[in-house]
T-cell receptor, first 114, second 117 residues
Framework: DGGITQSPKYLFRKEGQNVTLSCEQNLNHDAMYWYRQDPGQGLRLIYYSQIVNDFQKGDIAEGYSVSREKKESFPLTVTSAQKNPTAFYLC?????????????FGAGSRLTVL | DQQVKQNSPSLSVQEGRISILNCDYTNSMFDYFLWYKKYPAEGPTFLISISSIKDKNEDGRFTVFLNKSAKHLSLHIVPSQPGDSAVYFCAASPFGAGGTSYGKLTFGQGTILTVHP
């Protein structure tokens, strides 16, 4: 079945450590996105990539980094510069065209900073 | 600045009745709107969408209404079922599906819908 796989599902990190969240898709979608969800808030866009080897900052990119070396993969690194990293992270993908705004989401990764 | 707002954090309805979830937006550049449904510990799934050239879109039990002058949209679920219990997010996008803005959605805070048997 086609879909998006995010790992790990749960991750604990000590302050000052960088962590990388994995996102893999087999939908052959061109574009991939990282959103963050906090309690009582909507999803907020961190980074997005509409083509391999290119990515753009979203609304809350500070303290995060990404890479897009392969079409299927869009890992997100949460760096120690991110002041409040505890959150639920969602990866998504879509293709340009009529359904471009219909994102397919992964199941998410919950990051907790201890 | 919250450009998309869902002012009701939660809604409780009886099975078989209508559920109405509301969403307001402030950015006049938004012209494509979507509703996503999310179960706990899962990613959101697409439910229904509407373009600004329409004022209504229907898909089975789900209907979305758009009032551009009021910058307001609503999702109607009729009849509501216990399996509809989830968090519902409205989302908005500028410039439709074209250009480079696709996928860059602005989401509301979500409304928790509980449908009681």
């Amino acid at each position: 079945d086609g879909g998006i796989t995010q790992s790990p599902k749960y991750l604990f990190r000590k302050e000052g450590q960088n962590v990388t969240l994995s996102c893999e898709q087999n939908l052959n979608h061109d574009a991939m996105y990282w959103y963050r969800q906090d309690p009582g808030q909507g999803l907020r866009l961190i980074y997005y990539s509409q083509i391999v080897n290119d990515f753009q900052k979203g609304d809350i990119a500070e303290g995060y980094s990404v890479s897009r070396e392969k079409k299927e993969s869009f890992p997100l690194t949460v760096t120690s510069a991110q002041k409040n990293p505890t959150a639920f992270y969602l990866c998504a993908s879509s293709n340009p065209g009529p359904g471009a705004n219909v994102l397919t989401f992964g199941a998410g990764s919950r990051l907790t900073v201890l | 600045d919250q450009q998309v707002k869902q002012n009701s954090p939660s809604l409780s309805v009886q099975e078989g009745r209508i559920s109405i979830l509301n969403c307001d937006y402030t950015n006049s550049m938004f012209d494509y709107f979507l509703w996503y449904k999310k179960y706990p510990a899962e990613g959101p799934t697409f439910l229904i969408s509407i373009s600004s050239i329409k004022d209504k879109n229907e898909d089975g039990r789900f209907t979305v209404f758009l009032n551009k002058s009021a910058k307001h949209l609503s999702l109607h679920i009729v009849p509501s079922q216990p399996g509809d219990s989830a968090v519902y997010f409205c989302a908005a996008s500028p410039f439709g599906a074209g250009g480079t803005s696709y996928g860059k959605l602005t989401f509301g805070q979500g409304t928790i819908l509980t449908v009681h048997p």
